[in-house]
């Protein structure tokens, strides 16, 4: 039962390099979504996913990519990483049939990520 | 316009205390729902409870109730017999009916402090 899993949970990057921060989840969920929360901020959409090979963009997705090429993972690659990507990353999963009941968001624990 | 809006950066309340944090939201759909999530300093998003936008009884769970008036479009969280525990960051969030996967809008939270 573990839900959302994101890894690592922290990382220190230099200006330029690249990386991927891993989400996986085990709900079946169809609905996926990468966020980055700022200090003292509330949650921003980078990309999010309805399903297996469909992507799409949030509102902050410059300098980000994303696929989704089975249900449970939905990766989250920085290319050239800059300063301005300092931030806290979170995953989410969701069901897509939202007629009733309880549908919120899962996350995960967060990947808390430094440019330097 | 904002979609979520909670107009309390911060606030204060004595252990043992009830405290209510505010919560509008804007939507002209019939179908929505709402959340309220917890994160406390260790950076995990805590789901805290939900009401849906049919829903004709508020919320309860444990000591969070969910304070729902529709005509006024506010969905505030009462918090009863604050803990030491209850201190966090708080966001209230809104999914959006005829979903398409993108529809699911933040606050920029609430920090609370409770005081022993």
């Excluded at chain 1, 990057?13 to 990386?19: E, F, H, T, V």
């Excluded at chain 2, 405290?19 to 179908?31: E, F, M």
């Excluded at chain 2, 109730?65 to 809104?94: E, H, P, T, W």
Aim: proline share 4%; net charge neutral; glycine share 10%.
């Amino acid at each position: 039962n573990a839900g959302v899993t994101q890894t690592p949970k922290f990382r220190i990057l230099k200006i330029g390099q690249s990386m991927t921060l891993q989400c996986t989840q085990d709900m079946n969920h169809n609905y996926m979504y990468w966020y980055r929360q700022d200090p003292g901020m509330g949650l921003k959409l980078i990309y999010y996913s309805v399903g297996a090979g469909i992507t799409d963009k949030g509102e902050v997705p410059n300098g980000y990519n994303v696929s989704r090429s089975t249900t449970e993972d939905f990766p989250l690659r920085l290319e050239l990483a800059a300063p301005s990507q300092t931030s806290v990353y979170f995953c989410a999963s969701t069901l897509s049939s939202p007629e009733t009941g309880n549908y919120g968001y899962t996350f995960g624990s967060g990947t808390r990520l430094t440019v330097v | 316009a904002q979609k979520i809006t909670q107009t309390q950066p911060g606030m204060f309340v004595q252990e043992k205390e009830a405290v209510t944090l505010d919560c509008t939201y804007d939507t002209s759909d019939q179908s929505y729902g709402l959340f309220w999530y917890k994160q406390p300093s260790s950076g995990e998003m805590i789901f805290l409870i939900y009401q849906g936008s049919y829903d004709e009884q508020n919320a309860t769970e444990g000591r969070y109730s969910l304070n729902f008036q529709k005509a006024r479009k506010s969905a505030n969280l009462v918090i009863s017999a604050s803990q030491l525990g209850d201190s966090a960051m708080y966001f209230c969030a809104m999914r959006e009916g005829g979903w398409t996967g993108n529809q699911f809008y933040f606050g920029t939270g609430t920090s609370l402090t409770v005081i022993p």
